[in-house]
């Protein structure tokens, strides 16, 4: 069965920490693995990952994709409060359509 | 170019009665996606219409349907309510199919007691 496994589920750090999340994957016909940000509203895209060992980056945070061991991982540093968000990673398997399997998210609060 | 829109925004139901949540996609987007967030199960899919066909289908019972448009408005039919349907229910639009890129709507936040 396909499924997509992030954690922590949920994490609480104090502004300027640097946190590591992460994904694991199992699913047939992988195509790309994608990152999104949802505060309280629509999630937002992030990064969009398809090869191995290839960082992407974007201001303090940055994503990196590992095909062998099947997880990705994304960085925050010197975390802020407008970080505080719930951060999602998804699958997309492009095999039959538009076919994306998502993780249940890991929630992270950012206190001052 | 406007964004995804989803309507209504919030709706509560009781237990039996079937709803319907509409989505409008981008201009010029043909696929609809249409997702079940719940804070146990995360973002769930249910299912994906390009060209007003049906393309994809996530695991949920038939009582959840949809249906798509010439115009490539996507409705989405949940009937025969349960407490565990109670969910935020979002769309995502994408140009076409096989695309990594999609943009989700505000979601229709269903409550039913």
């Known amino acids: 069965e396909d499924k997509v496994v992030q954690s922590p589920l949920s994490l609480v750090v104090h502004e300027g920490d640097t946190v590591t999340l992460n994904c694991s994957y199992e699913v047939t016909n992988f195509r790309s693995l994608l990152w999104y940000k949802q505060e309280k509203k629509a999630p937002t895209f992030l990064f969009m990952l398809?090869?191995?060992?290839i960082e992407k980056k974007s201001g303090r945070l940055s994503s990196i994709l590992d095909k062998k061991e099947l997880f990705s991982i994304l960085n925050i540093t010197a975390t802020q409060t407008g970080d505080s968000a719930i951060y999602l990673c998804a699958v997309f398997n492009g095999d039959t359509g538009n076919q994306f399997y998502f993780g249940t998210g890991t929630s992270l609060t950012v206190i001052p | 170019k406007a964004g995804v829109t989803q309507t209504p925004r919030y709706l509560i139901k009781t237990r039996g009665q079937q709803v319907t949540l509409s989505c409008s996609p981008i201009?010029?987007?043909?696929?609809v996606s249409w997702y079940q967030q719940t804070p146990g199960q995360g973002l769930q899919f249910l299912f994906e219409y390009f060209s007003e066909t049906q393309r994809n289908k996530g695991n949920f019972p038939g009582r959840f349907s949809g249906r798509q448009f010439s115009n490539s408005r996507s409705e989405m039919n949940v009937s025969t309510l349960e407490l565990g349907d109670s969910a935020l229910y979002l769309c995502?639009?994408?140009?076409?199919?096989?695309?990594?890129?999609?943009?989700f709507g505000p979601g229709t936040r269903l409550l039913v007691l």
């Open positions: 398809t090869s191995s060992g």
């Open positions: 201009s010029g987007h043909r696929s």
């Open positions: 995502a639009s994408s140009f076409g199919l096989r695309q990594e890129t999609q943009y």
